[in-house]
């Protein structure tokens, strides 16, 4: 016959959670991308060993005996939690906040040898213990209120929900500690056994919704993956197919008749085509890097590097743009300044906004590319006496989804990749990138950069 009881309650979810953990571990060997799966994986192992522990207390015990067990317990469920925690944290891309975790833990270290040696009060002990606990819980769930994405919205309110009653149990653990001073750790009453056991049933489902997230996380992966793609083809197919085919035209027209024209109608052709492969050069590389960037294959290296020799070398490449054009474009960078970056994205960077630049700045305007070094960065500026962006568009420029784009003042046609391309690498670089801009005035678009690691 099947009884409810403290042992049986807690062999349940010992078994439960070291399953869950398996099936995590697997996941993470499986996507070892997303971290935050190792984390969740070692909290719940951790959590399943807590509560095996608990199963083999040997209530009544000596001093050193209840120690060793009473603290195995304590720092194997604080533990759990505060990796569930930078789970959490890793997977919503925020820093993990060490010390915060490492005082839980420093915390649970200290109440154990205090109040098992030095004062050794059992109702003390566990109400410090769980009130660690209630704060641990407290915070998981503050975290889960706020979700990254909207797929993922009822999953993390339903799971804050559950961690929000896991919280009240640990918070009436300890106004109990504190008001009935229990003498035995192990709780045995009626009121603990099914408390635990609708607790066991809360992580159950805690631990479902867990899996959901995962599997609706890389469900999400996988169609932003196929936008991507169909974006890229679609790109494939017009933005370079039209160039290609001119180019074609052009080779055709030349191979048949080309005796039949004179100088000045093949140096105008030469010119249309230098833009052509020029441009069609561009849109490749940002194609290529976008396309990298999507798949999370771009790896950032950075070290020290100086500013004046990488900008000299995009605007060598420019300029046969440049001189198209006749505009007159001014380095305003010292000799000496370093910075801390990855050196192929921050070309990227530069030569995407001093394209950007050219193709929005009249015949004999003026570009300015200049670097100061402020307090621990150095901001990098691109300014130009162009044509300007409406203010209602500023907002569209660094975003992927919006695909925004417009034609330049000698009708260069843009594919809407370089400006999010660049947010991107300097983002990943510890940057950011800011645009002013002001209709018949000119742009301005700047980014800053670490100067040491």
Same mark, same amino acid.
């Given at each position: ?12 979810? /010992?078994?439960? &959670? ?34 095996? *522990? ?26 759990? #939690? ?35 040696? @030095?004062?050794?009060?059992? $109702? ?58 229990? *003498? ?25 919704? %867990?899996?959901?997230?995962?599997? /609706? ?26 160039? %290609? ?44 890097? $976008? ?18 020799? =990488? ?7 420019? &300029? ?5 054009? !006749?505009?007159?474009? %001014? ?27 050219? &193709? ?7 570009? /300015?590319?200049?670097? =100061?070094?402020?307090?621990? &960065? ?11 962006? #409406? !203010?209602? !568009? %500023?907002?569209?420029? @660094?975003?992927?989804?919006?695909? @925004? ?20 690498? *300097? ?5 950011? =990138?800011?645009?002013?801009? /002001? ?15």
């Amino acid at each position: 016959m099947f009884v409810i009881n403290l042992y049986t309650s807690f062999s349940i979810l /010992t078994i439960s &959670k070291l399953l869950l953990a398996i099936l995590l571990f697997y996941l993470k060997f499986k996507i070892p991308s997303l971290k935050a799966i190792g984390y969740w994986a070692l909290s719940c192992l951790l959590s399943a060993l807590s509560t095996f *522990v608990f199963l083999e207390y040997p209530y009544p015990a000596s001093v050193a005996v209840d120690f060793v067990y009473s603290f195995l317990f304590n720092i194997l469920l604080i533990g759990g #939690e505060c990796f569930f925690l930078a789970g959490l944290w890793s997977f919503k891309n925020k820093n993990i906040n060490k010390p915060v975790l490492w005082g839980f833990l420093l915390a649970t270290t200290i109440n154990s040898i205090v109040f098992s040696f @030095f004062f050794p009060v059992l $109702w003390i002990r566990l109400s410090i213990n769980a009130c660690l606990m209630f704060m641990l819980c407290f915070i998981n769930a503050l975290e889960l209120l706020s979700n990254p994405g909207k797929s993922l919205n009822s999953l993390f309110k339903w799971s804050s929900f559950l961690y929000f009653l896991y919280a009240t149990s640990q918070l009436l653990r300890f106004v109990a500690g504190v008001f009935f001073r229990p *003498v035995n750790p192990l709780g045995n009453s009626t009121i603990t056994i099914y408390l635990y056991f609708m607790l066991g049933i809360c992580i159950e489902i805690l631990a479902y919704n %867990l899996i959901l997230i995962i599997m /609706t996380y890389l469900n999400d992966e996988i169609n932003e993956q196929l936008k991507a793609k169909n974006k890229l083809y679609a790109v494939i197919a017009h933005d370079i197919r039209n160039p %290609l085919g001119n180019l074609s035209n052009y080779v055709s027209i030349f191979k048949q008749s080309h005796d039949e024209w004179n100088d000045v109608k093949v140096k105008g052709w030469i010119d249309d085509m230098d833009k052509m492969t020029s441009n069609s050069r561009i849109l490749l590389e940002n194609l290529l890097n $976008w396309s990298k960037s999507q798949l999370n294959e771009i790896i950032v290296q950075p070290r020290i590097n100086t500013l004046n020799q =990488i900008i000299n070398n995009v605007v060598i490449s420019l &300029k046969p743009m440049v001189d198209n054009k !006749k505009i007159r474009l %001014l380095i305003q960078v010292k000799p000496e300044t370093k910075a801390y970056f990855d050196a192929d994205m921050i070309t990227v960077v530069i030569r995407n906004l001093c394209t950007n630049a050219i &193709k929005f700045t009249q015949a004999n305007g003026t570009i /300015t590319i200049s670097a =100061i070094t402020l307090s621990d &960065k150095v901001e990098v500026a691109v300014n130009d006496d162009g044509i300007g962006i #409406e !203010k209602s !568009k %500023l907002t569209l420029i @660094f975003d992927s989804e919006a695909n @925004f784009s417009s034609y330049g003042t000698n009708g260069e046609k843009g594919s809407g990749f370089g400006l999010p391309l660049c947010k991107e690498f *300097v983002e990943l670089n510890n940057g950011k =990138i800011i645009v002013k801009s /002001t209709m018949n005035v000119g742009s301005c678009f700047a980014f800053t950069l670490p100067i040491s690691p």
